[in-house]
């Protein structure tokens, strides 16, 4: 039914509208190590941080305690 032409045009327009897909994706660059990847996704505390961590709160709840001290010795009010 189609001439050979138009088997050619369509080649060469799936050959051009093709190529303009490809332009438009992303350059990767260097892949990342996996371990990089992960790591993003981790929640999870290394030693280091984990001190630190806990060395503020018990900063925090020295700070709290005596707070609660110093409510309780001073006077009441009428």
């Given amino acids: 039914m189609f001439s050979y ?5 369509a080649a060469v ?5 093709l190529s ?3 332009s438009s994706l992303s350059d990767p660059g260097p892949m990342q190590q996996f371990s990089d990847v ?5 929640r999870t505390l290394d030693k280091s941080e984990r001190d ?5 709160l018990k ?8 707070q609660v001290e ?8 009428n």
């Fill in 5 to 9: 032409s138009a088997y050619r045009l």
């Fill in 13 to 17: 327009l799936s050959v051009i509208l």
């Fill in 20 to 22: 303009g897909c490809t």
């Fill in 38 to 42: 992960i790591r993003s996704y981790d």
């Fill in 52 to 56: 630190a961590a806990i060395t503020d």
């Fill in 59 to 66: 900063h925090e709840k020295e700070r709290q305690q005596a």
């Fill in 70 to 77: 110093k409510v309780k010795d001073a006077p009441k009010a």
